[in-house]
């Protein structure tokens, strides 16, 4: 079945550090990738997608491309703020496009 | 426009009983899927709602139940709590227009503690 490889947390980065959160997965067909973001106490917001292979989702200085030959959509952004502090979850849709497929989440903590 | 709204925000329940949890959509949004989060499983698909019939459904036993209303608004109920159904439920609309671009909005979610 499909499924979603998440790099471990927690990260814990200094502001105006340089971020990479990995995403890897497994799947049939062309699935779409979606980076999602949960704030404490809150649900999840859509941060970014890609729907086919080299395309590069980017959203609020955030960035991730789609890549079909290493089956990865990793996260980074070039440089975090104290606001970015949450947790983030790489997914995937490969057959009803509201049934997402999530990784295990990473938890990011930028200090000031 | 309001959001996705779950009620209640927290429930706590005991072994055994049953409970319901709501979910109204975004105005206009034909599509609500449940999704349950846990420290240990992460986030899992529950079910999947579209013109009050269930579209798709996850790997859960048959204790785990929903419905959708005419309005779209959706419920979801869990018969015979056990321990491990202490999760936050999280509830997601969608237009489901067919667009390639949909986009799926999510509410804060509900708090569940079985004691």
């Known amino acids: 079945g499909d499924s979603v490889t998440q790099m471990e947390g927690p990260v814990t980065l200094s502001e105006e550090a340089f971020l990479t959160i990995n995403c890897t997965y497994t799947?049939?067909?062309?699935?779409?990738l979606f980076w999602y973001v949960q704030y404490p106490g809150e649900g999840l917001q859509l941060l970014l997608k890609a729907t086919k292979a080299d395309d590069k989702g980017s959203n609020k200085g955030f960035e991730a491309t789609y890549r079909k030959e290493t089956t990865s959509f990793h996260l980074e952004k070039g440089s975090v703020q104290v606001s970015d502090s949450a947790v983030y979850f790489c997914a995937l849709n490969s057959g009803s496009a509201r049934q997402l497929t999530f990784g295990s989440g990473t938890q990011l903590t930028v200090l000031p | 426009k309001a959001g996705v709204t779950q009620t209640p925000r927290y429930l706590i329940k005991t072994r055994g009983q049953q409970v319901t949890l709501s979910c109204s959509p975004i105005?206009?949004?034909?599509?609500v899927s449940w999704y349950q989060q846990t420290p240990g499983q992460g986030l899992q698909f529950l079910f999947e709602y579209f013109s009050e019939t269930q579209r798709n459904k996850g790997n859960f036993p048959g204790r785990f139940s929903g419905r959708q209303f005419s309005n779209s608004r959706s419920e979801m109920n869990v018969s015979t709590l056990e321990l491990g159904d202490s999760a936050l439920y999280l509830c997601?609309?969608?237009?489901?227009?067919?667009?390639?671009?949909?986009?799926?909005?999510f509410g804060s979610g509900t708090q569940l503690s079985v004691l």
């Open positions: 997601a609309s969608s237009l489901a227009d067919g667009a390639t671009n949909e986009k799926l909005f």
């Open positions: 105005s206009g949004h034909r599509s």
């Open positions: 799947a049939t067909g062309y699935p779409s």
